[in-house]
């Protein structure tokens, strides 16, 4: 059975940092994209940051790019995501996902939910002002 485990939310000041983890277990993804995609409440699903396999080129959204770091270690079979110079609006439940199968996606690099098959339960971020 395949498993995406988050830890390292919390509760933070503006400002501060975090570093989310995703542990993932019942299968290797080392050729495949992950992910983190963020979700608010009363907000859609938004995409934060994908790297890919192999190459570990990394992708972010507008709105936290300067400021997150996304990294895999494939022999840990994990995936990161420091956040720095977090901002209140950046309070929501962050999620790992994963590509397990190379099905198509547009554009240059997956950032669609749908495009994404293994999904973790989340973790709170919460940034106070």
């Known amino acids: 059975q395949v498993q995406l485990v988050e830890s390292g939310g919390g509760l933070v000041q503006t400002g501060g940092s975090l570093r989310l983890s995703c542990a993932a277990s019942?299968?290797?993804?080392?050729?495949?994209?992950m992910a983190w995609f963020r979700q608010a409440p009363g907000k859609e699903r938004e995409f934060v940051a994908a790297?890919?396999?192999?190459?570990?080129?990394?992708y972010y959204g507008d709105s936290v790019k300067g400021r997150f770091t996304i990294s895999r270690d494939d022999a840990e079979n994990t995936v990161y995501l420091q956040m720095n110079t977090l901002k209140p609006e950046d309070t929501a439940t962050y999620y790992c996902?994963?590509?397990?199968?190379?099905?198509?996606?547009?554009?240059?690099?997956?950032?669609?939910?749908?495009?994404?098959?293994?999904w973790g339960q989340g973790t709170q971020v919460a940034v106070s002002s």
């Open positions: 790297v890919a396999g192999i190459s570990q080129m990394s």
């Open positions: 019942g299968r290797t993804f080392n050729n495949f994209f």
């Open positions: 996902a994963a590509r397990g199968s190379p099905t198509h996606y547009s554009g240059p690099y997956p950032r669609a939910p749908t495009d994404y098959h293994y």
